[in-house]
T-cell receptor
Framework: KNEVEQSPQNLTAQEGEFITINCSYS?????LHWLQQHPGGGIVSLFM???GKKKHGRLIATINIQEKHSSLHITASHPRDSAVYIC????????FGTGTSLTVIP | DTAVSQTPKYLVTQMGNDKSIKCEQN?????MYWYKQDSKKFLKIMFSYNNKELIINETVPNRFSPKSPDKAHLNLHINSLELGDSAVYFC????????????FGPGTRLTVL
């Protein structure tokens, strides 16, 4: 069993829909990261969270340390949001989720 | 200006050959990493260097040898390439080793024939 689990594995949405991607982890971490991997392969760091909530444009990330759970929300989704989203933890140990492949259809 | 760059972007080679991938960052970061992404898109840490010192060396065949000539560069040399080495290799950097935000290079797609 992976220390970091994501759901769903694949997600297809219509443009404009509200999207939620979940990440649960079973290990102690100091911070959780959300990464975006574009269809072309490049990886971009979206958020680093150790508590509460962060917002950047249409993206919102939340974390509940007690429940060991984080969510990534995308409001008013757009086809350019189509990518693989990965949750991860970096530090003394490195853990990666298996990724969620999101496709937003116009 | 590219923050983290890797060369080459694509590398196609025969089994048994030796190859290198170069990585450079111009962010002034102290820590650099090599990751391997397999065909199922799963990322795994391979190595990490902090100020030219190896700090993470995961279970990786000793055919893989990282080298950091200075803190802005981290190269990956692979000896006796095998079919299973085919993957995308990402270099990344972060300000320090404390687990902060990482900045990824564009990746090098290695194909071993």
């Amino acid at each position: 069993k992976n220390e970091v689990e994501q759901s769903p594995q694949n997600l297809t949405a219509q443009e404009g829909e509200f999207i939620t991607i979940n990440c649960s982890y079973s290990v102690g971490i100091s911070a959780l990261h959300w990464l975006q991997q574009h269809p072309g392969g490049g990886i971009v760091s979206l958020f680093m969270l150790s508590s509460g909530k962060k917002k950047h444009g249409r993206l919102i990330a939340t974390i509940n340390i007690q429940e060991k759970h984080s969510s990534l929300h995308i409001t008013a989704s757009h086809p350019r949001d189509s990518a693989v989203y990965i949750c991860a933890s970096f530090g003394n140990q490195f853990y990666f989720g298996t990724g969620t492949s999101l496709t937003v259809i116009p | 200006d590219t923050a983290v760059s890797q060369t080459p972007k694509y590398l196609v080679t025969q089994m048994g050959n030796d190859k290198s991938i170069k990585c450079e960052q111009n962010l002034g970061h102290d820590t650099m990493y090599w990751y391997k992404q397999d065909s199922k898109k799963f990322l795994k840490i391979m190595f990490s260097y902090n100020n030219k010192e190896l700090i993470i060396n995961e279970t990786v065949p000793n055919r893989f040898s990282p080298k950091s000539p200075d803190k802005a560069h981290l190269n990956l040399h692979i000896n006796s390439l095998e079919l299973g080495d085919s993957a995308v290799y990402f270099c990344a950097s972060s300000p320090d080793r404390a687990g902060g935000t990482q900045y990824f290079g564009p990746g090098t797609r290695l194909t071993v024939l």
